[in-house]
């Protein structure tokens, strides 16, 4: 058998270094481990609200600028030469005197038409129905009408379409 060596003190003193060396690193270790496992939900909450205020703010400037588009719209609007051409342009409206013309579809315009305008054409084929100062009292009403339809439509029953094909043969051969 062999007898245990004896160690040095300044061996064991120097082992004891190492050893506090690992337990202090491995406590360091352990504390920084807790301190992010405890701070990480913290700071993603923080860059996340970081994001939504990036994002609000840009939506504000995005806003900004519409209002101030709008602006500028409100005070072009105000302007009565702007309300004009518009009024021209979008309502084909025309200042007193002044001519309109109109071009509709090449295709569709009559080249006889002698009246000048596409737009008495365009009336004259419009107003052709004849005004009578008769009064005509009408055959059927029409409350009548709409009334049997809808008690028809609630109480009869759906025709099958080869119950009514059989039928109509039947009939076609007699």
């Not at 300044?10 to 481990?33: E, F, G």
């Not at 009336?123 to 009403?141: F, R």
Request: charged fraction near 25%; aromatic fraction near 6%; proline fraction near 3%.
């Amino acid at each position: 058998m062999r007898t245990p060596r004896k160690v040095a003190p300044s061996q064991s003193k120097a082992a004891l270094r190492v050893s506090r060396l690992n337990l202090s690193s491995l406590a360091l270790l352990a504390m920084i481990v807790l301190g992010v496992v405890t701070l990480a939900p913290r700071v993603q909450t923080w860059f996340m609200q970081r994001q939504a205020i990036f994002e609000a703010q840009a939506a504000l400037e995005e806003a900004k600028k519409e209002v101030a588009e709008m602006q500028v719209e409100r005070k072009r609007w105000e302007d009565p030469a702007y309300i004009r051409a518009q009024a021209r342009d979008r309502l084909y409206y025309v200042m007193p005197g002044e001519v309109s013309y109109l071009v509709m579809d090449a295709n569709g315009v009559n080249t006889s038409d002698t009246s000048g305008t596409v737009g008495a054409k365009m009336l004259a084929e419009k107003n052709n129905a004849k005004i009578s100062s008769n009064i005509y009292q009408t055959k059927n009403n029409w409350v009548d009408a709409v009334l049997e339809t809808v008690i028809r439509a609630g109480i009869e029953q759906p025709v099958d379409s080869k119950t009514e094909s059989t039928d109509q043969t039947k009939k076609d051969s007699q």
